[in-house]
């Protein structure tokens, strides 16, 4: 029996999840309604994250350093998740790292109407907020404690900002 989900399947839940955090009419909604949908998709990545990073590092060897944590993250975890790695990597070797996905499947599905072509960029963030999470939570299942953002720079376009938490750094 396989373990993995349709595509499809996946994008509709995911679809479903942004509906249901952020209300009926995400055009309508205030700031604050947003950020608290945004913290709820990013909560729920969080959990997905950490569950799946457990499911596909259990057979590996431990990683050396973080970088060797992020490239896992980049290659193995995020093809696992969406059948494709992250396009670009950059770090600045001062525990900064920049993954972009040019062409993420999960904004690539939501085309927003006529009428909604203003609050675009807001519905891509709040699309992008699970899989920022889901990163997050993959990086503190393997033991890197860290901070992680997304821009949305066209509708298919993201880059997630990763941020390592030392521990005198908060």
Same mark, same amino acid.
């Given at each position: 029996?396989?373990?993995?989900?349709?595509? /499809?399947?996946? #994008?509709?839940?995911?679809?479903? &999840?942004?509906?249901?955090?952020? @209300?009926?009419?995400?055009?309508?909604?205030?700031?604050?309604? +947003?950020?608290? #949908? #945004?913290?709820? =998709?990013?909560? #729920?990545?969080?959990?997905?994250?950490?569950? $799946?990073?457990?499911?596909? /590092?259990?057979?590996?060897?431990?990683?050396?350093?973080?970088?060797?944590?992020?490239?896992?993250?980049?290659?193995?975890?995020?093809?696992?998740?969406?059948?494709?790695?992250?396009?670009?990597?950059?770090?600045?070797?001062?525990?900064?790292? &920049? $993954?972009?996905?040019?062409?993420?499947?999960? =904004?690539?599905?939501?085309?927003?109407? +006529?009428?909604?072509?203003? /609050?675009?960029?807001?519905?891509?963030? $709040?699309?992008?907020?699970?899989?920022? @999470?889901?990163?997050?939570?993959?990086?503190?299942? +393997?033991?890197?404690?860290?901070?992680?953002?997304?821009?949305?720079?066209? $509708?298919?376009?993201? *880059?997630?900002?990763?941020?390592? *938490?030392?521990?005198?750094?908060?």
């Amino acid at each position: 029996m396989s373990k993995e989900v349709a595509e /499809s399947c996946f #994008a509709m839940l995911h679809m479903e &999840m942004v509906a249901l955090a952020a @209300g009926d009419d995400v055009a309508e909604a205030t700031p604050a309604q +947003l950020q608290v #949908a #945004a913290r709820r =998709l990013e909560s #729920a990545g969080f959990e997905v994250g950490l569950r $799946l990073v457990e499911r596909h /590092s259990k057979d590996r060897a431990r990683f050396a350093d973080t970088l060797d944590i992020i490239k896992f993250i980049c290659k193995d975890f995020w093809y696992e998740v969406y059948r494709k790695q992250i396009d670009k990597l950059q770090t600045n070797n001062r525990g900064v790292f &920049m $993954l972009q996905d040019n062409k993420h499947r999960l =904004l690539s599905r939501c085309s927003p109407s +006529l009428e909604r072509q203003g /609050s675009a960029k807001e519905l891509g963030s $709040l699309h992008a907020k699970f899989p920022c @999470g889901l990163i997050r939570g993959a990086l503190y299942g +393997l033991g890197v404690n860290a901070s992680v953002g997304v821009e949305v720079h066209k $509708l298919t376009s993201c *880059q997630f900002t990763i941020r390592i *938490q030392t521990p005198d750094t908060k």
